[in-house]
C-alpha cells in the first residue's frame, strides 16, 4: 500500500510538472481570441463575485461543470457532482444527499457542509449547511434543467454570502435564451434504476422566454435494498422579461422525492492500524449491500406531541420543496446599478435509515439481554433460533422528522460607478429567516447482519417483531428530542474595486452580520408502562419508553453578530495568464448544533466566544489560459475555530467538539485538447492539523479525521466518428490515505476508482451512452465508526464505502 500511495503522489506530481511544462512551451504572443477557443477561462462568473466577469480577471478561485461534463461524469447522486469540483472533498456515500463536504482541508468535524453554502441561482437553499440530518443537499437534485454549476473556494464567499466562508457551489439553470429541449430516458443495466429527464426552453418574443424540465425515477439504487429505494421528481421553470435597461426572472421549483440514506454498514479489517485489510463478510458486501431491509419497513413510534406516530424506513431522504424566487437587475442611468435577488423555500419532510450501533455475535447480544439466544422475529425462519456464532447488529433508527425547514432569503445591492468605470463601489443589505423545527423520534432493534432483505430478530420477552427499546438506551437514551428554533439574520455589506491600471485590479469588501435566534427545545425522558402500540398489554419495549420532554421545554433566546472581510487583487500578466491573491476571514453561525449541551444556558443565552465560527483564509494563484490548453494553479492557508457535535465513535452517544484547525495546499486544476483528444484534472494537495483542542488536549498536533494528503480526479476523452460525434474516454477519482478518527490509528487507504463512458450519436438528435461507476468493484473506505483495531485478527468494523460497480444506459434525444 505504502509503495503505490508513493507512486500515486509521483505520478500526480509529474502530470502537474508536464502541465506547467506544456503551458510555458507555449509562446507567449497567443491571443485572447486563441484563449477563447481554447477553453473556458473567459467565461463570465456569477458566483461569489462582486461584478460578473471572465475567470481570468476574477481575484478568485473559482471552477465551473458544464451539463456535457456532469453527463461524462453519470454521477449516482447530487452529492457525486461535486467530486470534479477541486479542492472540494464530498464524502458522497450517503446517497442522494447527506454528503460530508469540505474545502481545502477545513475539516468535517461532524456531518454535512458546515463551512459551505448551497445555491441554486445565486440563492442559498439553506442558510446553515450542517443540520443535523437536514443537511441542504437533501433539498437539491441534478437535473437537465441546469446550465452549469459554479464553485468558489475561500476569497469573496466570506462577504458576498451569510455562513459560507469556505465557498459556495451555485447550482444555474439554463434560462430559454436559445431554443431548444430534450428528453433523456436511463436505465440501470445492473442495478435498479429508471428515470426521464426533460427539458425545454425558447424565446416567446424578442423580449420574453422561458425553460421548463424536471425528472421523474423510480428504483432499488445502488444497493440491495430489497424494496424500491427512490421514489419520485422533480419540476424547475423560469421566465425572463428583458427591458431596455435591465431584465427580470422568476423562478419555481417543486421536489418531491424518496432516495434511500446509506449510513455505517458492516466490514472486516485485518491486519495493522497502519496497514489494514479491508473485505468484505462472507455475507455482506460492503459494496453492494446495505442493512436495509423488505422486513424491515414499519416503525412506529411516540410522536413529538405524545400522539402515535409510524414511518416507513423507505421513505429514507424524503424531502418535499416548494420554492420561488425572482431576480431583478436595472441600469438606473448615470453609472449607477441596482440588483435584487429573492428566494421563499418551503421545506419539510423525513430522514430516516438504520445505523448500527453495534455489531457481535448473536450470542454476545443475547447475553447482553440475559437470554441464551435470539429468535428470528420474521423473514422465512421466523420463530427458529438465530445461531449464537452469526453476526447481528443492535440498529438505532436514525428517524427524524423535518416538520418545518422554511426559509427566505432578500439580497439587494445598488453599484456606482466613478471615473468611467474606474472605481465600482457596492453597498447591499441581505435578510434571511430560517426556521428548524425537528423531531428525533428514535427506537432500537435487532437485526441479523446479512446483504440481502435481512430479518429482524427478537431477545426473548425482551423485544416485540424485532424492536426492544422506543429510544435508544445503549446511548442512554439521549436522543429523543424536539427543536422549534426561527433564526433571523441581517447583513449590510459593501465593497469597492478598482481598476488600478488596465491589468490590474484591486478589490475589498466588508460584511457584518447579526443574527437573533428564538425558539425552545426538548431532550429526552422516561415513561414507564406505556402501551405504545395500544394492544391492552405492557411488552417487555413498553416498561420505559422514551418520549420528547415537553414539560420541560428549555428556552432559545440569544444574539450574535461578526464581522467579515475580504481583499483581493488580480494582475493580467497578458492576455492569457494572470496572478491574484486574496485574504479573507468569514463567520458561520451556530444554529442546532449549538443546542443539547453545555453551550447554551438555562436563560436560553448562548456561551460567550461560541455561537459564531470563524475561518481566515489566505490564498494565491496563477491562471493561465492557451489555444488548446489551461491551467489554474493556486496556494491556500486557512485557520478554523469550531463548536460542534458528533456521534462519539466506538464509545456511542453524543460528544462535544471545541477545536482549532489550520490548514495549507496547493490546488492545481488544468485542461488539454490535442485534436480530438481532451483532458481535464484537477488535484489538491493539503496538510491539515488539530491546532488547540479545549477538551481532549491530547489530539493537539494530530491531523483531523478523513482529511487525506492529496484528492484528484482525471478525465480523459477522444471524439471520433466522421463528424466527431461520438465520445468515449473514463475518469478516475482518487485519494490517498487518511486517519479514521482524530486520535490517528487506523488508516483508511488510498484508492482510485475508474469510471469509464461511451456516446454514440445514433441518428441526428439521438444518442446513447453507456457509463459504468467504479468499473473494477474498487472498496474506498469513506468513513468509520471506530478508531483502531486489535491488530493481526480479523475485526468487524462499521464503515461506508463507494458503492461498487453500476451500469447505465441512457437513450437522449436533444431538439
Not at 134 to 159: C, W
Not at 493 to 504: F, G, P, S, T
Request: net charge neutral.
Amino acid at each position: 500500500m505504502k509503495k503505490s500511495t508513493l507512486f500515486l503522489k509521483r505520478l500526480l506530481v509529474i502530470l502537474a510538472l508536464m502541465l506547467f511544462n506544456l503551458s510555458f512551451s507555449q509562446n507567449e504572443k497567443e491571443t485572447a481570441t486563441d484563449s477563447i477557443k481554447g477553453g473556458k477561462l473567459e467565461e463570465v462568473v456569477v458566483t461569489g463575485v462582486l461584478n460578473p466577469r471572465s475567470k481570468l480577471k476574477s481575484s478568485v478561485s473559482i471552477s465551473s461543470v458544464s451539463v456535457s461534463q456532469i453527463e461524462q461524469a453519470a454521477p449516482r447522486s447530487t452529492a457525486e457532482l461535486f467530486r470534479s469540483l477541486p479542492g472540494i472533498k464530498s464524502e458522497s456515500t450517503g446517497g442522494e444527499g447527506n454528503a460530508n463536504i469540505t474545502v481545502r482541508g477545513i475539516p468535517i468535524a461532524s456531518g454535512g457542509a458546515k463551512f459551505l453554502q448551497l445555491h441554486e441561482d445565486g440563492m442559498p437553499v439553506m442558510q446553515f449547511g450542517d443540520v443535523a440530518f437536514g443537511n441542504a443537499d437533501i433539498f437539491v437534485r441534478n437535473d437537465q434543467t441546469l446550465s452549469r454549476v459554479e464553485a468558489i473556494r475561500g476569497g469573496s464567499a466570506s462577504t458576498l454570502a451569510s455562513n459560507s466562508p469556505a465557498g459556495i457551489i451555485n447550482f444555474i439553470s439554463k434560462d430559454g435564451k436559445r431554443e431548444g429541449g430534450s428528453l433523456m430516458h436511463s436505465i440501470g443495466v445492473d442495478y435498479g434504476n429508471n428515470r426521464t429527464d426533460f427539458e425545454y426552453g425558447t424565446p416567446i418574443s424578442e423580449t420574453l422566454r422561458f425553460h421548463v424540465g424536471g425528472f421523474y425515477r423510480q428504483g432499488e439504487g445502488p444497493r440491495n435494498a430489497g424494496y424500491t429505494a427512490n421514489l419520485g421528481g422533480q419540476f424547475r421553470a423560469n421566465m425572463t422579461k428583458e427591458f431596455k435597461n435591465g431584465h427580470v426572472r422568476l423562478y419555481f421549483k417543486y421536489l418531491n422525492d424518496k432516495s434511500i440514506g446509506y449510513l455505517p454498514m458492516p466490514v472486516k479489517v485485518s491486519g495493522t492500524n497502519a496497514n489494514p485489510t479491508w473485505s468484505s463478510l462472507s455475507n455482506f458486501d460492503i459494496l453492494h449491500d446495505t442493512p436495509h431491509s423488505a422486513y424491515f419497513l414499519d416503525n412506529l413510534t411516540i410522536g413529538a406531541d405524545g400522539e402515535r406516530r409510524r414511518s416507513n424506513l423507505a421513505d429514507g431522504m424524503r424531502p418535499v420543496a416548494t420554492s420561488f424566487g425572482g431576480e431583478l437587475k436595472f441600469d438606473l442611468g448615470n453609472d449607477w446599478k441596482v440588483e435584487e435577488r429573492f428566494r421563499q423555500n418551503y421545506h419539510n419532510g423525513r430522514f430516516v435509515s438504520a445505523f448500527p450501533a453495534e455489531v457481535s455475535t448473536g450470542g454476545t447480544l443475547a447475553a447482553s439481554f440475559g437470554e441464551a439466544n435470539l429468535t428470528y422475529a420474521n423473514g422465512p425462519q421466523a420463530g427458529q433460533n438465530f445461531s449464537n456464532n452469526a453476526l447481528a447488529m443492535r440498529i438505532h433508527t436514525f428517524d427524524t422528522e423535518i416538520n418545518n425547514f422554511n426559509n427566505f432569503t432578500n439580497d439587494i445591492k445598488l453599484t456606482k460607478s466613478f471615473l468611467d468605470g474606474m472605481i465600482d463601489v457596492t453597498a447591499g443589505y441581505y435578510k434571511a429567516f430560517q426556521n428548524i423545527n425537528m423531531s428525533w423520534l428514535w427506537n432500537s432493534y435487532l437485526l441479523e447482519v446479512k446483504g440481502e432483505n435481512a430479518a429482524l430478530l427478537n431477545a426473548g420477552a425482551n423485544s416485540v417483531n424485532g424492536l426492544y427499546a422506543y429510544g435508544v438506551p445503549a446511548w442512554g437514551n439521549c436522543c429523543q428530542r424536539n427543536y422549534d428554533a426561527n433564526y433571523d439574520i441581517s447583513a449590510p455589506y459593501a465593497a469597492v474595486q478598482v481598476k488600478v491600471e488596465e491589468k490590474l485590479i484591486i478589490d475589498g469588501s466588508v460584511r457584518f452580520d447579526m443574527g437573533k435566534a428564538r425558539g425552545t427545545y426538548a431532550g429526552s425522558t422516561q415513561a414507564t408502562n406505556l402501551d405504545v402500540d395500544n394492544n391492552g398489554s405492557i411488552e417487555g419495549p413498553e416498561l420505559s419508553v422514551s418520549v420528547v420532554d415537553n414539560a420541560n421545554r428549555k428556552p432559545i433566546n440569544y444574539d450574535y453578530d461578526y464581522a467579515s472581510f475580504s481583499l483581493g487583487a488580480n494582475y493580467l500578466l497578458s492576455d492569457i495568464h494572470s496572478v491574484f491573491g486574496r485574504f479573507s476571514r468569514g463567520g458561520r453561525a451556530n444554529a442546532d448544533r449549538l443546542l443539547f449541551g453545555p453551550n447554551v444556558l438555562a436563560s436560553g443565552e448562548a456561551v460567550s466566544g461560541l455561537s459564531a465560527d470563524m475561518v481566515n483564509q489566505a490564498e494565491f494563484g496563477y491562471k493561465r489560459k492557451g489555444q488548446s490548453y489551461s491551467i489554474f494553479a493556486t496556494a491556500f492557508f486557512a485557520g478554523v475555530a469550531e463548536q460542534n457535535w458528533d456521534f462519539g465513535g466506538s464509545g456511542g452517544g453524543i460528544r462535544q467538539i471545541q477545536r482549532k484547525y489550520s490548514s495549507m495546499g496547493l490546488e492545481l486544476e488544468g485542461s488539454l485538447k490535442v485534436k480530438d483528444f481532451s483532458f481535464n484534472g484537477n488535484v489538491t494537495y493539503t496538510k491539515a492539523e488539530i491546532k488547540d483542542d479545549v477538551i481532549t488536549p491530547a489530539l493537539n498536533g494530530n491531523k483531523p479525521r478523513r482529511q487525506a494528503d492529496v484528492i484528484f480526479s482525471a478525465v480523459p476523452a477522444y471524439k471520433f466518428g466522421g463528424k466527431k460525434q461520438h465520445n468515449v474516454g473514463f475518469s478516475a477519482i482518487g485519494t490517498t490515505k487518511s486517519f479514521a478518527q482524530d486520535d490517528n490509528k487506523l488508516v483508511m487507504p488510498g484508492y482510485v476508482y475508474f469510471n469509464p463512458f461511451i456516446s454514440v450519436e445514433l441518428t441526428k438528435g439521438l444518442s446513447a451512452a453507456i457509463n459504468v461507476n467504479n468499473v473494477f468493484d474498487t472498496i474506498g473506505i469513506t468513513e468509520v465508526e471506530e478508531g483502531s483495531i486489535t491488530e493481526n485478527q480479523d475485526n468487524i468494523l462499521r464503515a461506508r464505502s463507494i458503492n461498487g460497480r453500476t451500469t447505465s444506459l441512457t437513450l437522449s434525444y436533444r431538439f
